[in-house]
T-cell receptor, first 114, second 110 residues
Framework: EPEVTQTPSHQVTQMGQEVILRCVPI?????FYWYRQILGQKVEFLVS????????KSEIFDDQFSVERPDGSNFTLKIRSTKLEDSAMYFC????????????FGEGSRLTVL | DAKTTQPPSMDCAEGRAANLPCNHS???????VYWYRQIHSQGPQYIIH???NNETNEMASLIITEDRKSSTLILPHATLRDTAVYYC???????????FGSGTRLLVRP
């Protein structure tokens, strides 16, 4: 069964450092998303991406965040200067171009900022 | 997203049916109801979705009331592995941006 894969599964970084989280969406999918979940809290939408550009972003997705699809397979989330409050699970998701359909989520990347 | 209301927690015995309710009284005519679940800290997992008619797949059944203001997710024979947080979501537009609430924490007891 096709799946969304994310790397790394866990990253520890120092405050102020740059972090790149990587995702490989399902190959024929066209819509891509990043969500995050701070420990014990709700899953929060960060950004959606379609046709090589951001289609929507939340208030959380400020100038410290950026997304990129550098090639035909990877979808990355970059945090330029991490803060303690960026510690969370980050989930990548994708779906195909259909009228309705499921969003496929990866297993997540746990980011710990010290 | 159309506001949904779910009980914070439920439990059921292993092997019995788990019936998880959701109210979405402000849903509009063309909005679908989606159910996802999250097992521990794993990525959310799609379960089922529907518009008007009842739906069934290999994981669950979805019963939507005639007025579409509420729905029930049914896990016909719950197992311990079904212990998870279950989310009822009604996306407002076709962007598939899902807004997760607090969901219902289902505990399946041995």
């Amino acid at each position: 069964e096709p799946e969304v894969t994310q790397t790394p599964s866990h990253q520890v970084t120092q405050m102020g450092q740059e972090v790149i989280l990587r995702c490989v969406p399902i190959s024929n999918h066209l819509y891509f998303y990043w969500y995050r979940q701070i420990l014990g809290q709700k899953v929060e939408f960060l950004v959606s991406f379609y046709n090589n550009e951001i289609s929507e972003k939340s208030e959380i997705f400020d100038d410290q965040f950026s997304v990129e699809r550098p090639d035909g397979s990877n979808f990355t989330l970059k945090i330029r200067s991490t803060k303690l409050e960026d510690s969370a699970m980050y989930f990548c998701a994708s779906h195909a171009l259909t009228d309705t359909g499921e969003l496929f989520f990866g297993e997540g990347s746990r980011l710990t900022v010290l | 997203d159309a506001k949904t209301t779910q009980p914070p927690s439920m439990d059921c015995a292993e092997g019995r049916a788990a019936n998880l309710p959701c109210n979405h009284s402000t849903i509009s005519g063309n909005e679908y109801v989606y159910w996802y679940r999250q097992i521990h800290s794993q990525g959310p997992q799609y379960i089922i979705h529907g518009l008007k008619n009842n739906e069934t797949n290999e994981m669950a059944s979805l019963i939507i009331t005639e007025d579409r203001k509420s729905s029930t997710l049914i896990l016909p024979h719950a197992t311990l592995r079904d212990t998870a947080v279950y989310y009822c979501i009604v996306p407002m537009d076709s962007s598939y941006k899902l807004i997760f609430g607090s969901g219902t924490r289902l505990l399946v007891r041995p």
